[in-house]
């Protein structure tokens, strides 16, 4: 996104694929019982990151307050790339049922502090900054439990 290289889509086909998940979920759990709540979890949890990425493209952060603070924080593209290739990872892992749970604090994002100190004249009304910084943490902390639920599909 910082070499302006990304178009932001929207999430709608996302939705549209949770749907139809959220109607199969009865159908599921009257066929395997034992895997309801681990299912129910997971449709939460996806849900949830759905709603976080959702914020996160549909929000024009380069217009915010705090855009610079966003962009100067040290090692935040890093921290979202490796995000990136965890989910690509999962993806990959499912199928063969060899999911590794990850535990929030070994993603580097969950890491990062604002080394931002604050000015007299600065204007603390705009969240832009510790919204954007907490929005990713949060899909990270998401994608850890994500990870955790569907390992839970193995022992079944």
Same mark, same amino acid.
Not at 65 to 83: H, N, P, V
Not at 90 to 103: D, F, V
């Given at each position: 996104? *910082?070499k #302006?290289?990304?178009?932001p889509? #929207? /999430?709608?086909?996302?939705? !549209?694929?949770? =749907?139809?998940q959220t109607?199969?979920?009865p159908h599921?759990?009257?066929?395997a019982? *034992?895997?309801?709540?681990?299912l129910?979890a997971?449709? /939460?949890?996806q849900?949830?990151?759905?709603?976080?990425m959702?914020?996160?493209v549909s929000? #024009?952060w380069? @217009? @915010? @307050?705090g855009k610079e603070?966003? &962009? =100067?924080?040290e090692?935040?593209?890093a /921290?979202?790339?490796e995000l /990136? =290739?965890?989910?690509?990872?999962l993806?990959?892992?499912?199928?063969?049922?060899?999911?590794? &749970?990850?535990?929030p604090?070994?993603l580097a994002?969950?890491s990062?502090?604002?080394? #931002?100190?604050?000015t !007299? &004249?600065? =204007?603390?009304s705009d969240i832009?900054y510790f919204g954007y910084?907490?929005?990713?943490?949060?899909?990270?902390? @998401?994608? *850890?439990q994500?990870?955790? *639920?569907?390992?839970k599909?193995?022992?079944?």
């Amino acid at each position: 996104m *910082a070499k #302006h290289t990304f178009s932001p889509i #929207h /999430a709608e086909k996302l939705s !549209e694929i949770i =749907d139809k998940q959220t109607t199969l979920l009865p159908h599921a759990a009257r066929e395997a019982r *034992a895997l309801k709540p681990v299912l129910v979890a997971i449709l /939460a949890i996806q849900k949830r990151i759905s709603a976080d990425m959702e914020t996160l493209v549909s929000t #024009h952060w380069e @217009q @915010q @307050q705090g855009k610079e603070k966003i &962009s =100067d924080l040290e090692g935040l593209t890093a /921290a979202k790339e490796e995000l /990136a =290739d965890c989910f690509e990872k999962l993806a990959l892992e499912i199928p063969s049922r060899k999911i590794e &749970s990850i535990e929030p604090e070994n993603l580097a994002l969950m890491s990062l502090i604002p080394k #931002h100190k604050s000015t !007299e &004249s600065e =204007d603390f009304s705009d969240i832009s900054y510790f919204g954007y910084l907490w929005l990713n943490r949060e899909l990270a902390r @998401q994608f *850890a439990q994500l990870t955790a *639920a569907s390992k839970k599909l193995n022992t079944y």
